[in-house]
């Protein structure tokens, strides 16, 4: 229960067809999930490029890198009961069930792999907000920012070579990043590490976000696009993305960076996203 604020029930929608892509995430009169201007989503074909049209990408194996955004993303999905879909790949085959617990969102994943089998996992979810919304996590949290962010900084900031900065969160390397908005031109990717658990705030409404996983490294990825991306089209696009792993490019990430399948050949994990409107 958050004080001060009456829960807001939430519904999902998804099209299995197309990536297994959440569509909707709404309630109380609000739709959470940004629409991308990008057209062309349903004529993707596997390892094509990835088509920005907003709503929530699963992203496996990887989120940056090859392929761009995963291998799930461009590829149908099977229905395996009510609100259960499942994707197989050459390497591993992930089931995922939403259900509905008293209008909390809860998202129950199952990856089935070889033991040892490393991967990055996001739930890559570009939110509808206003300038005016903040992202809030614990003071402090080491964060990660990705080579984008270089150009924002005094020259001679960045390290040589290196795939990230980190620093504390909310302003690693004097970038404050827990404001949204308003549209600046600037582009940049950030990972909250050992972070599970984060809140956005948006005028009287707040959507909480909750990765459970035993034994796997969770983070709160963060891609804070204010209007500096694509440079040919730029417009805005906020993602909070729940993750596996500390990394976006599963080529970068070192041995602590990644989710690993155990001995059992098995990884579950939980999402939980819940509404509260603040009075």
Known sequence: ??????????????????????????????????????????????????????????????????????????????????GTLVIQRPTFVLTRRISDDGGV???????????????VWAAHALLDLSPAAHLDAPAGTPTRLHPEAAALLPPGTWPTDAPWLTGEWPAPAGLTLDTLGPDDGTALGAVLLDCPRVQVTDGVDRLTLELECAGQPRSTALWRNLGGWPADRPYRSVGVEPMLGAAFDLTDAGPADVAVVPPAGEVSWRLTISAHRIH
């Not at 129950?108 to 040892?116: F, I, V």
Request: proline share 10%; net charge negative; hydrophobic share 35%.
């Open 1 to 82: 229960m958050v004080t001060g604020a009456t829960p807001v029930p939430l519904q999902v929608a998804y099209d299995a067809a197309h990536g297994g892509r959440w569509t909707s995430l709404h309630g109380g009169g609000r739709e959470w999930l940004w629409r991308g201007p990008e057209p062309g989503r349903h004529e993707v074909r596997p390892d094509d490029a990835f088509v920005d049209a907003g709503g929530l990408e699963e992203c496996l194996p990887t989120v940056r890198g090859e392929p761009d955004h995963g291998e799930m993303w461009s590829r149908p999905w099977r229905s395996a009961g009510p």
């Open 105 to 119: 969102v809860v998202a129950d994943y199952r990856l089935a792999a070889d033991p040892g089998h490393r991967f």
